[in-house]
């Protein structure tokens, strides 16, 4: 049996407001989508699922609006990042929410045990970093692609990936010599 | 390469747990607006009944108006009467813009 592409299932959302060719699309992200916004909450399972699903119905209600020429998953991510942006912004209005900016990182690096806590020390790393990691590496986007869902400049995508390499190897040698 | 970064590589590309979906999909699909075309068919049943109604107001009211109005009002007779019944027709078909 055929299986049929994201591109195809939205265009019967937008033709038909076929129901069950959503669900098919819902069912075939939720999984990544939701892993994508546990690491941008630092594994807040229940705000990222709230996030995840706020997502899904943006999605829905702007369906036809996707142009087609990006990759579904692209616009999809870039929706659930700027939820998750807005969803900051609301919890925390008086305070300057800069993507860039690295979380306090003191005693995080002596604790963190070096093989199973990827998300530990993916959570070191500021905000868009992390998005960037997990698009990547976890999803396996381009550089290009990444660009697009995160709305920055390719230089940027780049830069992120290389600072946070560099921030991510300290660690893990710093952890190995407290090992 | 040095082993920090071998090490870093292999947890950066090991595969993410896959997330069972328990119940997730039904709760999005349940919070979804109301399906487009079960909207449509209120819409084809008021837009007659407002079409049939100002037919028949036309056909029923048109002479006593004008006949009331014209004893009674400085204005034409005519243009109230239209007046009247566009505003009998124009109702109903506000209050599906309004709830549309």
């Keep these: 049996m055929a299986i049929d592409s994201d591109a195809a299932l939205v265009a019967r959302i937008v033709a038909t407001d076929d129901r069950s060719a959503f669900e098919l699309l819902v069912r075939r992200h939720q999984s990544p989508l939701r892993n994508f916004l546990r690491r941008l909450t630092k594994n807040d399972a229940a705000l990222a699922d709230d996030l995840a699903q706020e997502t899904f119905l943006k999605a829905y209600r702007s369906m036809a609006s996707f142009a087609g020429t990006a990759k579904f998953s692209t616009w999809l991510y870039r929706i659930a990042y700027n939820t998750f942006l807005n969803d900051q912004r609301t919890r925390f209005p008086h305070a300057e929410l800069d993507e860039s900016q690295h979380p306090s990182v003191t005693n995080e690096i002596e604790s963190a045990s070096t093989e199973s806590d990827l998300e530990r020390l993916l959570g070191l790393l500021p905000l868009r970093q992390r998005a960037v990691f997990d698009l990547h590496y976890k999803k396996g986007m381009t550089h290009q692609e990444i660009a697009q869902t995160l709305d920055v400049p390719l230089g940027t995508v780049k830069s992120d990936l290389a600072r946070g390499h560099e921030s991510l190897r300290k660690h893990v040698t710093t952890q190995k010599r407290f090992a | 390469m040095t082993h920090a970064d071998r090490e870093l590589d292999k947890m950066l590309r090991s595969p993410e747990p896959e ?76 209050w599906i813009l309004y709830t549309e």
């Design chain 2, 19 to 94: 997330l069972p979906d328990s119940g997730f999909t039904e709760t999005v699909l349940r919070r979804l607006p109301t399906k487009r075309w079960a909207r449509t068919p209120m819409r084809r049943w008021t837009l007659a009944s407002a079409a049939a109604l100002g037919s028949l107001s036309t056909y029923l009211l048109a002479d006593p108006i004008e006949h009331a109005l014209s004893t009674y009002a400085a204005f034409p007779a005519p243009v109230l009467t239209i007046a009247t019944l566009a505003l009998l027709v124009s109702l109903p078909l506000a």
